[in-house]
């Protein structure tokens, strides 16, 4: 069975430092892995996928996410944290078959201090 | 373009009440979800429909019955609500294939008493 995890429930910042939110993960076969952000009392927004192809992957409002095979990872980064990046943030997986479905990791709050 | 939405907003219900959590999207996707969302544990498929005419149970579908009423709509029904239904509901779409992203409703925001 497919699993996803998140280690860190809560990942702390300062405003202008680097951020990462780990993500690592277990599917048969080639993943296919995705990064959502969710703002309060708001639906799921897509960040950023990984297919195939280059190990790092460029998405929305600066973030980035790179896919290392051999461990297993496709952690969430950001050069320099705004405090409206504060969100909760979510990784998902899902295998290269048409019927796979996606398996989302517990989530990570992201706290991006001024 | 709404994307995806959900109705109603937020609802109460007693134990044993029964109500339908109503879902459409307008980007002609194929491929619509049910999840519940409960602190601390991600979002969980309730179920999803491939296609127009196809429903499917996802990990946690008892206490739960779907619809697809058409392309553009995916209802969720709860016959006989309990208390552990309390929890954020949330519908999604996609395109078919497996490498696409899914959009999300705003969510619907159940209590069962």
């Known amino acids: 069975a497919q699993s996803v995890a998140q280690p860190e429930d809560q990942v702390n910042v300062a405003e202008g430092n680097p951020l990462t939110v780990k993500c690592t993960y277990s599917?048969?076969?080639?993943?296919?892995l995705f990064w959502y952000v969710q703002y309060p009392n708001r639906g799921l927004q897509f960040l950023l996928k990984?297919?195939?192809?280059?190990?790092l992957v460029k998405g929305s409002y600066g973030f980035e996410a790179e896919f290392n095979k051999s461990q297993t990872s496709f952690h969430l980064k950001k050069p320099s944290a705004l405090v409206s990046d504060s969100a909760l943030y979510f990784c998902?997986?899902?295998?290269?078959?048409?019927?796979?479905?996606?398996?989302f990791g517990d989530g990570t709050t992201l706290t991006v201090k001024p | 373009n709404a994307g995806v939405t959900q109705t109603p907003k937020f609802q109460v219900l007693k134990t044993g009440q029964s109500m339908t959590l109503q879902c459409a999207q307008d980007?002609?996707?194929?491929?619509m979800y049910w999840y519940r969302q409960d602190p601390g544990m991600g979002l969980r498929l309730i179920y999803y429909?491939?296609?127009?005419?196809?429903?499917d149970k996802g990990e946690v579908p008892n206490g739960y019955n779907v619809s697809r009423l058409n392309k553009r709509e995916f209802s969720l029904r709860l016959e006989s609500a309990a208390p552990s239904q309390t929890s954020v509901y949330f519908c999604?779409?996609?395109?078919?294939?497996?490498?696409?992203?899914?959009?999300f409703g705003p969510g619907t925001r159940l209590t069962v008493l």
């Open positions: 999604a779409s996609s395109e078919s294939a497996p490498y696409n992203e899914q959009f």
């Open positions: 599917v048969s076969g080639n993943p296919y």
């Open positions: 990984y297919i195939t192809g280059d190990n």
């Open positions: 998902a997986v899902r295998p290269n078959t048409n019927a796979g479905k996606s398996t």
């Open positions: 980007m002609n996707h194929n491929s």
């Open positions: 429909s491939a296609s127009e005419g196809t429903t």
